[in-house]
T-cell receptor
Framework: EDQVTQSPEALRLQEGESSSLNCSYT??????LFWYRQDPGKGPEFLFT???AGEEKEKERLKATLTKKESFLHITAPKPEDSATYLC?????????????FGTGTLLAVQP | DAGITQSPRHKVTETGTPVTLRCHQT?????MYWYRQDPGHGLRLIHY???????DKGEVSDGYSVSRSKTEDFLLTLESATSSQTSVYFC????????????FGSGTQLSVL
């Protein structure tokens, strides 16, 4: 069965303190791994798609990487506005088209 | 960003009453989805649509039905609401060429008392 596990559940950082969020996955065949950001009271907002091991994507202070078993979302010198819940999702060739499996998210709090 | 509007944003209802949530999109996306989000479970797919009048079940479809009579509208109905259906409901869409990148609405907070 396809599964996605995110860790840690919550992370508190000081402004400027870099860290990483983890997304471990088990799928029959990875079609794509997706990162989303979700602010309180809002819907998830798309950040990145990664398709193959070794691939990396960057956006401002965020960098997503992918291996055959997990993905990391690296946050460099975070600012308070980076505070949000970060969601990971995977699509697999074993599953039906367009059905993504989501992790439970990492709640990130960046303190000034 | 895709224009996705969900209504209502908040709703409180009683057990046993029918409830309909609405999703309207302005991007002409082919695929539309209904998810629910609960603490500890993440986002779970309820139903999805791959075209007008074409729908299919997701992983938590029991107690829910959907309809899509126009490309832009996707309705989620709780036939007889139960307390276990208290949740935040999100509508999402994806287009034909980027059908894995989901665009989400702002959600509907539903409380069933």
């Amino acid at each position: 069965e396809d599964q996605v596990t995110q860790s840690p559940e919550a992370l508190r950082l000081q402004e400027g303190e870099s860290s990483s969020l983890n997304c471990s996955y088990t799928v029959s065949g990875l079609r794509g791994l997706f990162w989303y950001r979700q602010d309180p009271g809002k819907g998830p907002e798309f950040l990145f798609t990664l398709y193959s091991a070794g691939e990396e994507k960057e956006k401002e202070r965020l960098k997503a990487t992918l291996t055959k078993k997990e993905s990391f979302l690296h946050i460099t010198a975070p600012k308070p506005e980076d505070s949000a819940t970060y969601l990971c999702a995977v699509g697999s060739y074993g599953g039906a088209t367009n059905k993504l499996i989501f992790g439970t998210g990492t709640l990130l709090a960046v303190q000034p | 960003d895709a224009g996705i509007t969900q209504s209502p944003r908040h709703k409180v209802t009683e057990t046993g009453t029918p409830v309909t949530l609405r999703c309207h999109q302005t991007e002409n996306h082919r695929y539309m989805y209904w998810y629910r989000q609960d603490p500890g479970h993440g986002l779970r797919l309820i139903h999805y649509s791959y075209g007008v009048k074409d729908t299919d079940k997701g992983e938590v479809s029991d107690g829910y039905s959907v309809s899509r009579s126009k490309t832009e509208d996707f309705l989620l109905t709780l036939e007889s609401a139960t307390s276990s259906q208290t949740s935040v409901y999100f509508c999402a869409t994806s287009g034909v060429t980027t059908n894995e990148k989901l665009f989400f609405g702002s959600g509907t907070q539903l409380s069933v008392l």
